[in-house]
């Protein structure tokens, strides 16, 4: 079994405050994040967690080793496996060998991290609150020496605010596009109504005949129906206006 090295750091408040003042996006504060404890730890691979407090689970976020498939897919819910005990219990868990053999672990076939002997995991917190997990493998057996596990506790205490406002930020984004999308659904939605009615004024349709007519021309024609829809009823304006002209 190998112990934790003596770890110097007298430079790592000063990256965590860079990292902590910078305007960076979640994904990449996550990123630097994940540097910073294999820099400090000379871990062999580091995981993220956060925590989504409106399922009630923690989520993959972010790691050292390549995992796109993985990122945003693999839950658990608190209390389930260890990182979501951690989650849950804001506790710090050190296990020096044979992590996969602890009763709280699960395993997920996808992580070759969780093959790996030693496992410390760390809450990351924002006002008392535990917002995110950091995950900490070693190969090998390896004794989690205090100043160690001080380091990474120091650095998810450190981070947490930032992490809690780039998340904050992250869903404020998804709201506004969500909600740029209704807007452009019910947009559609009114040009198709009334292109619609333009339908049935000028065939004598029925509702039903006139929405099916738009339609089989918007596959025909390959052309969304929103933008079919716009065609019809600029078509209808022009011809109105050249009914005026001729009236006058």
Excluded at 9 to 34: F, G, K, N, W
Excluded at 214 to 227: D, I, T, Y
């Amino acid at each position: 079994m190998t112990t934790s090295p003596a770890i110097q750091q007298p430079a790592l408040p000063y990256h965590v405050s860079r990292i902590v003042s910078s305007s960076q996006t979640l994904d990449h504060m996550l990123a630097e994040l994940v540097r910073l404890i294999v820099r400090v730890t000379h871990c062999d691979a580091c995981l993220v967690y956060l925590a989504d407090h409106a399922t009630g689970e923690v989520v993959l976020r972010a790691s050292q080793l390549p995992h796109d498939a993985e990122l945003g897919a693999i839950r658990m819910k608190l209390g389930e496996g260890i990182t979501g005990w951690v989650a849950e219990q804001n506790a710090v868990v050190a296990i020096a060998a044979n992590a996969f053999a602890d009763p709280r672990f699960r395993l997920f076939p996808a992580l070759v991290e969780d093959t790996f002997e030693a496992l410390l995991s760390v809450p990351i917190m924002s006002e008392g609150k535990v917002i995110g997990v950091v995950n900490v493998h070693n190969r090998a057996a390896h004794a989690h020496a205090p100043d160690e596990v001080a380091l990474v506790c120091f650095v998810g205490e450190q981070m947490g605010g930032a992490i809690a406002r780039a998340s904050l930020r992250e869903e404020n984004a998804r709201l506004r596009e969500e909600t740029h999308e209704a807007r452009q659904q019910l947009e559609t939605r009114k040009r198709v109504e009334r292109a619609k009615g333009i339908l049935q004024m000028r065939h004598r349709l029925t509702e039903e005949g006139a929405y099916l007519r738009l339609r089989n021309e918007s596959r025909r024609m390959r052309r969304p129906m929103g933008e079919l829809a716009e065609a019809i009823i600029l078509s209808e304006g022009i011809a109105a206006a050249g009914g005026s002209l001729k009236s006058d």
